[in-house]
T-cell receptor
Framework: AQTVTQSQPEMSVQEAETVTLSCTYD???????LFWYKQPPSRQMILVIR??????QNATENRFSVNFQKAAKSFSLKISDSQLGDAAMYFC???????????????FGGGTRVLVKP | ETGVTQTPRHLVMGMTNKKSLKCEQH?????MYWYKQSAKKPLELMFV???????ENNSVPSRFSPECPNSSHLFLHLHTLQPEDSALYLC?????????????FGPGTRLTVT
C-alpha cells in the first residue's frame, strides 16, 4: 500500500518570502500522479498543483512550483512571494495511474499548516 | 450553485439518532467520494461511486451507509454513531476514476457525536 508522509506539521513564512513544504511517499508503482491540495480555514479543499510521474519536468503554477525527485520519492512544494491568502493546510497526495476497477484511491499525507506573517 | 455543495455544514447528533449528509455536484462528473477528516489522522477515503455504482468501501463500519441515487447526488446515512465518529466529512467528485483526474471537494460537514 502507498503511504504519504509530510514531516512538517507547521511552517511559518514572512509575507513576500519563500517557503518549501516537504513530502515523501512510498510506492512500488512506476506510473502515478502526485498532488498538492490547499485547505484554507473555510475548509474547501482546492488543487494547487499536479505532477505526472512520467514527466521529468517539474510542474509550476504561478507562484507554486514543485521539486519532484522520483528516485528519492520526494515531492516538495515551493510557495514563492508568499501572500496572506496562502495561509492554509497543505496536503500532499498520491494516486496510482493504473486503472483499477475500484477506482484509484487518493492517499493523503497528514498535512502541513502554513502561517503567513504580515 | 457551482462546484460541490454539502449540507448541512454543521451537525450535532446523539449516539442513538439517525441523520443524513447530502452532497451535490454541479460539474457533470461521473465519480463521487466520501472522505473522513479527523483531527489526528490523515484524510481517509470512505466510499467511491462511479456512475451511481459503489466501487469502493474502504472498511467503513456499517453505521455509515452511502447512497448515490444519481450521478449528481451522494448521501451518507448515519445511525448509532460513536463519539470517535466526530469529524469533518468531505464529499468530492471527479470526471472519472482515472488517476490523473482532479478531485473537486465540497466545504464539508462538521459532525459532532454526543
Amino acid at each position: 500500500a502507498q503511504t504519504v508522509t509530510q514531516s512538517q506539521p507547521e511552517m511559518s513564512v514572512q509575507e513576500a518570502e519563500t517557503v518549501t513544504l516537504s513530502c515523501t511517499y512510498d510506492t512500488s508503482e512506476s506510473d502515478y500522479y502526485l498532488f498538492w491540495y490547499k485547505q484554507p480555514p473555510s475548509r474547501q479543499m482546492i488543487l494547487v498543483i499536479r505532477q505526472e510521474a512520467y514527466k521529468q519536468q517539474n510542474a509550476t503554477e504561478n507562484r507554486f512550483s514543485v521539486n519532484f525527485q522520483k528516485a528519492a520519492k520526494s515531492f516538495s512544494l515551493k510557495i514563492s512571494d508568499s501572500q496572506l491568502g496562502d495561509a492554509a493546510m497543505y496536503f500532499c497526495a498520491y494516486r496510482s495511474a493504473v486503472i483499477k476497477a475500484a477506482g484509484n484511491k487518493l492517499t493523503f499525507g497528514g498535512g502541513t499548516r502554513v502561517l503567513v506573517k504580515p | 450553485e457551482t462546484g460541490v455543495t454539502q449540507t448541512p455544514r454543521h451537525l450535532v447528533m446523539g449516539m442513538t439518532n439517525k441523520k443524513s449528509l447530502k452532497c451535490e455536484q454541479h460539474l457533470g462528473h461521473n465519480a463521487m467520494y466520501w472522505y473522513k477528516q479527523s483531527a489526528k489522522k490523515p484524510l481517509e477515503l470512505m466510499f467511491v461511486y462511479s456512475l451511481e455504482e459503489r466501487v469502493e468501501n474502504n472498511s467503513v463500519p456499517s453505521r455509515f451507509s452511502p447512497e448515490c441515487p444519481n450521478s449528481s447526488h451522494l448521501f451518507l446515512h448515519l445511525h448509532t454513531l460513536q463519539p470517535e465518529d466526530s469529524a469533518l466529512y468531505l464529499c468530492a467528485s471527479s470526471p472519472g476514476l482515472a488517476g490523473g483526474y482532479e478531485q473537486y471537494f465540497g466545504p464539508g460537514t462538521r459532525l459532532t457525536v454526543t
